[in-house]
T-cell receptor, first 116, second 113 residues
Framework: DTEVTQTPKHLVMGMTNKKSLKCEQHMGHRAMYWYKQKAKKPPELMFVYSYEKLSINESVPSRFSPECPNSSLLNLHLHALQPEDSALYLC???????????????FGPGTRLLVL | AQTVTQSQPEMSVQEAETVTLSCTYDTSESDYYLFWYKQPPSRQMILVIRQEAYKQQNATENRFSVNFQKAAKSFSLKISDSQLGDAAMYFCAASGGTYKYIFGTGTRLKVLA
């Protein structure tokens, strides 16, 4: 089963709201990722968790707060977002074997976020 | 800096014909990996093909194959017998360090019936 699931599929929120995006995988992968993708652009890496520890934070604003409660789950907490944060948010996972260079990343279907 | 360049923003192909999508990259790494991902409209990004740079043999997956020219730093994707379901945005990517991909800007492929 090479499936990464994400909820919700769509989310509309105001700039004062707090919401969370969820991601789940049951492939036994130990690395999980958050990407942001604008229309007709490639994904941009935001965060990487490896073995439930934050490994990479690509200088993302603090209004985005990731959380990895266990090896299968990844959350992205959103607070006080701006309209320019509207995008498709993709979750991905990979095995995270030794080195982890060049591992295949498996992507979820994404959450389409609109900030009003 | 590592870069991946896709010079064709959009391509069209007739159903059942063959199309080649171009990708060039630049890396100082001696060992690296290359990928083609497909992202259909409003659907999930999926891996099409993966190439390990130390392997000279070109990767193939059914109707999808690559032409990997290491010296030229070129990694093109050939789709044979194109089908309507092949219509998508195709991203070329290179491994850019642990956990990181360097993505190209994408090529939108249209398949004409």
């Amino acid at each position: 089963d090479t499936e990464v699931t994400q909820t919700p599929k769509h989310l509309v929120m105001g700039m004062t709201n707090k919401k969370s995006l969820k991601c789940e995988q049951h492939m036994g992968h130990r690395a999980m990722y958050w990407y942001k993708q604008k229309a007709k652009k490639p994904p941009e890496l935001m965060f990487v968790y490896s073995y439930e520890k934050l490994s990479i934070n690509e200088s993302v604003p603090s209004r985005f707060s990731p959380e990895c409660p266990n090896s299968s789950l990844l959350n992205l907490h959103l607070h006080a977002l701006q309209p320019e944060d509207s995008a498709l948010y993709l979750c991905a996972s990979s095995q995270s074997l030794t080195g982890a260079e060049g591992e295949t990343q498996y992507f979820g279907p994404g959450t389409r976020l609109l900030v009003l | 800096a590592q870069t991946v360049t896709q010079s064709q923003p959009e391509m069209s192909v007739q159903e059942a014909e063959t199309v080649t999508l171009s990708c060039t990259y630049d890396t100082s790494e001696s060992d690296y990996y290359l990928f083609w991902y497909k992202q259909p409209p409003s659907r999930q990004m999926i891996l099409v093909i993966r190439q390990e740079a130390y392997k000279q043999q070109n990767a193939t997956e059914n109707r999808f194959s690559v032409n990997f020219q290491k010296a030229a730093k070129s990694f093109s994707l050939k789709i044979s017998d194109s089908q309507l379901g092949d219509a998508a945005m195709y991203f070329c990517a290179a491994s850019g360090g642990t956990y990181k991909y360097i993505f190209g800007t994408g090529t939108r492929l249209k398949v004409l019936a």
